[in-house]
C-alpha cells in the first residue's frame, strides 16, 4: 500500500510538470488556430487545382474526339468513310492521348498514341474516369457513322499521370510549408506569450510576497496604461481596502479587550471580596452583587451590539412605518431625556417602507447619543420632512459639538472623542455604528455636521422612490 501510494504521488508530479502553463497553453492554441487555418487554404487549394488540371484533360480529351470526328466526315465527303486511312490520326493526337479505331464487329483498326495497350472497346461511352492497368485515365467513346450506319466506333484515353504527380508534388510542397508554419509558430508563439506574460509573473511574484504585515505595499505601474496596469491598480485598491479592514479589525480587537477587561476585573475584584468576607457580610454581599449585576449588563449590552455590527446583513421585516407616530412612541417618556428640552418640528403622513423595530433602535441611539453630552437643561429638536426626492429626519443639539476631524470617525466602532473616553461617559461607542448599520440596511445615509456657535446636527435621509408607500 505505502508502494502504491508512493508511486501515486510521484505520478500526480510528474502530470504537474507536464501540464502547460499559461504561456504554453497560449502557444498551444496559436499553433491549433493556425495549422486549422493552414489545413482549410491548403485543402481549398489542393482541390481547387486538382479540379483545373482535370477540367483541362476532359477538355483536352473532348476536343481531340471531336477533331478527329470532324476529319473523318470531311474526308468521306458525304460518301463512305474509309477508317482505315492512317491519315486519319496522323497529327490530330496529342501528347498524352490515345486513339483508338474499332470495326463494329469489334477488331482494332487501327491506334495512335503513347498508350500501347488495347483500349476496352465500346461503341458509345461518356467521358468518365477509368483506371486502366494501375493507372488512371479519362475514357470515353463515340460511335463513327457514314450514310446513316454505323461503321466503326472510336475509343480514347488521356492518362491522368501527369495531374496525380503534380498533386504528389503540391501535397509535399504543402507538408513541408505547413510543418514550418508550425514550428515557428510554436517557438515564436511559446516566446511571444512568454515575452506579452512575463508582467503578470512579475506581478504574481509581487502578489506571493505579501503577507498580512505588508498590506501598506503596493505593486508596481509600468505606465503603459493596458490590462496588466488596470489589473495591479485595481489590486492596490484591494490591497488599500484590505489594509483599512486590517486596521480596523485590530482596532477593533484592541478597543473590545480593553472595554471588556474593566467590567471583568471589577467582576473578579467583587469576586474575591465575597470569598474573603461574604460569608459574615450580608450588606457586602448585597452591594458586591449589585455592582456585579450592573458590570455584567454593560457586558450583555456590548456583547450584543458586537453581535449586531457582526451580522453581515441585517434581516428586515419590512412594513409601512409612519415616522411621526414612530418618532413620538421612541422619544417620549425616555428617562436620559428629562434633564432636557425635547422639541419636535415634525411633518404629518410621511411613511416609508422599513423595519419598525430597528427605526425604533436608530432614534433611541441618537437620542441617547445626544443625551449624554447635552448639559442638563439643554435644547434636543427633532425634524422630519420631504426634500425633494427623500425623507429626512433631523435631529438637533445644542451640546459641546464634534471636532471636524471626528465628523466621520464617530460612526466607526468603539470611537469616541478623546474628551469623552472617560467612564463618567456611559457606553462603549459603538451606538453610532449600529445606527449607520441600520440606515444603510434602509438604503439610506446618515452624516453628521456641527451647528454655529455650538451643536450637533444629524441627517437621516431615505430615497422617497424607493421607500415611500404610495
Known amino acids: ?92 493526337v496529342p501528347k498524352g492521348v490515345t486513339i483508338q479505331l474499332s470495326s463494329p464487329s469489334g477488331s482494332v483498326i487501327q491506334r495512335a498514341g503513347q498508350y500501347n495497350a488495347v483500349l476496352p472497346i465500346a461503341k458509345q461511352h461518356e467521358l468518365a474516369s477509368q483506371k486502366l492497368a494501375g493507372e488512371n485515365f479519362y475514357y470515353m467513346a463515340q460511335p463513327i457513322q457514314s450514310g446513316g450506319a454505323t461503321i466503326g466506333s472510336l475509343q480514347a484515353v488521356i492518362s491522368l499521370e501527369d495531374v496525380d504527380l503534380a498533386q504528389k508534388v503540391m501535397f509535399e510542397q504543402i507538408f513541408w510549408i505547413g510543418g514550418s508554419a508550425l514550428l515557428l509558430a510554436a517557438v515564436g508563439g511559446l516566446i511571444l506569450s512568454r515575452q506579452v506574460l512575463s508582467p503578470l509573473e512579475h506581478l504574481n511574484q509581487a502578489i506571493a510576497n505579501l503577507t498580512a504585515q505588508d498590506l501598506n505595499r503596493r505593486l508596481p505601474l509600468r505606465g503603459n496604461k493596458d490590462e496588466l496596469d488596470r489589473l495591479a491598480e485595481n489590486f492596490n485598491q484591494m490591497l488599500k481596502r484590505l489594509e483599512t479592514s486590517f486596521r480596523k479589525q485590530q482596532q477593533f480587537v484592541a478597543d473590545a479587550s480593553h472595554e471588556l477587561r474593566t467590567p471583568l476585573m471589577v467582576i473578579r475584584g467583587h469576586a474575591d471580596i465575597l470569598t474573603r468576607w461574604g460569608s459574615g457580610n450580608p450588606l457586602l454581599v448585597r452591594d458586591s452583587a449589585q455592582s456585579i449585576s450592573v458590570e455584567v449588563e454593560m457586558m450583555t449590552k456590548l456583547v450584543e451590539s458586537l453581535l449586531t455590527l457582526a ?80 425623507t429626512t429626519i433631523v435631529i438637533e443639539d445644542d451640546g459641546p ?70
Open 311 to 390: 451580522r453581515e446583513d441585517l434581516k428586515l421585516s419590512l412594513t409601512t412605518v409612519n415616522l411621526e407616530e414612530l418618532i413620538m412612541d421612541s422619544t417620549a417618556g425616555l428617562p436620559y431625556l428629562q434633564k432636557l428640552r425635547v422639541e419636535y418640528d415634525l411633518a404629518p403622513d410621511i411613511k416609508i417602507q422599513g423595519d419598525a423595530l430597528y427605526l425604533r433602535q436608530l432614534l433611541r441611539i441618537l437620542m441617547e447619543n445626544a443625551g449624554k453630552y447635552v448639559p442638563q437643561g439643554g435644547r434636543i429638536c427633532l425634524g422630519l420632512r420631504s426634500e425633494g426626492q427623500h
Open 401 to 470: 459639538g464634534i471636532p471636524p476631524e471626528s465628523l466621520e470617525a464617530i460612526f466607526d466602532r468603539f470611537y469616541r472623542i478623546d474628551a469623552a473616553r472617560s467612564r463618567n461617559v456611559p457606553g462603549h461607542g459603538l451606538g453610532l455604528s449600529i445606527a449607520r448599520k441600520i440606515v444603510e440596511a434602509h438604503q439610506g445615509n446618515i452624516w453628521a455636521e456641527n451647528i454655529v456657535p455650538h451643536g450637533v446636527r444629524f441627517r437621516i435621509a431615505f430615497r422617497v422612490s424607493a421607500n415611500t408607500i404610495q
Open 1 to 92: 500500500m505505502l508502494f502504491a501510494a508512493r508511486i501515486k504521488a510521484i505520478g500526480k508530479k510528474w502530470l504537474a510538470r507536464l501540464r502547460p502553463g499559461l504561456a504554453g497553453k497560449i502557444a498551444l492554441w496559436y499553433m491549433v488556430l493556425l495549422i486549422l487555418t493552414v489545413l482549410m487554404l491548403s485543402g481549398l487549394t489542393y482541390l481547387g487545382n486538382r479540379q483545373a488540371l482535370l477540367r483541362e484533360k476532359r477538355q483536352v480529351l473532348d476536343n481531340t474526339v471531336s477533331r478527329i470526328l470532324a476529319n473523318l466526315n470531311e474526308h468521306g465527303e458525304g460518301q463512305a468513310m474509309n477508317i482505315h486511312d492512317p491519315d486519319i490520326l496522323t497529327g490530330n
